[in-house]
């Protein structure tokens, strides 16, 4: 893997870059001293590095921090392949070797299905991990796996709303009317940031071909925890239940949560009731509080 070192977007303190990873290229910030223990952060469907922004501001001072745009989202150039559970995981392997030592992912909502594919395809990559109100299938089917082939289409629809400049309307409002479901905050950059991400037709293509992917990609991972052992390592799973409809609905989350962390002798999970699904920028000190204890168990390991 080589690195590119074109800046795109910065803030005071921070390192800014677009770089290769395979045949992928990703946008990355990365921040806080440099021997820290590395934290590489993962956002949910369609999100942006800038999410993590009110936890990074708990979290910078004490671990070196890495925050990245999948391909095709937030900053990073269009996606070469198709958003598949072997290619997601990949990128991590890939931005993890490059921290120089293993890390703790961090990883929101869908990202947590590629966190764990990393942490049973590559173990030796990782000391640990958070998973922030990941997405769970208790039992994951496909009658026919069409991803690969809705791809183009979506990258093409991408495209053409980019050229009328419609992206620069639907993109920013659909960003807007998802945070306004799933947190109670505003966000966390200026409007001109959201704009110039959520207005690209590379992104809106790719959120889409995301969605389409999602069900694949539960799949690919039951059929990976039956091939592959989850590693013993640290694990804190966090539940926000503040948008989950009625009492029975939030015990069944929570215990699928529950079973999460039950994948090591060493994990727990953690309640949030009154928190909505973007914990990350709700509640940063939650997850400033699950990597503390992350860092705290694997001594123990």
Known sequence: MTENTDRVYGTAGTVDEIINVGREQVHVVEEGPADGPPLLLSSG????????????????????????????????????????????AGVLAALAERAGRPVIVVAHSMAGFHAEALARLRPEL????????????????????????????????????????????????????????????????????????????????????????YREQAVDLARLRERRPFPAVPLVVLTALGDVKGDAKKREWSQAHARLAGMTPYGRQVDLPDCLHMVQLDRPDAVADAVAEVLRAEETV
């Open 126 to 213: 990782v000391r640990g991990l958070v998973l922030v109100d990941p997405s769970y299938e208790p039992d994951p089917h496909e009658l026919i796996r069409f991803a690969a082939v809705a791809t183009p289409l979506a990258t093409a629809a991408g495209a053409v709303l980019g050229a009328t400049r419609l992206a620069k309307i639907v993109g920013p409002f659909g960003r807007r009317t998802v945070l306004k479901c799933t947190s109670r905050r505003d966000e966390p950059v200026p409007d001109a940031v959201v704009r110039s991400v959520y207005g690209r037709g590379t992104v809106l293509g790719t959120v889409v071909a995301e969605d389409l992917a």
């Open 45 to 88: 469907l369609g999100g942006a590095w800038f999410d993590w922004r009110p936890s990074a501001d708990l979290l910078r001072d004490r671990n070196r921090l890495i925050a990245f745009d999948r391909p095709g989202l937030g900053l990073s150039p269009a996606a070469v392949a198709a958003p598949t559970l072997r290619r997601e």
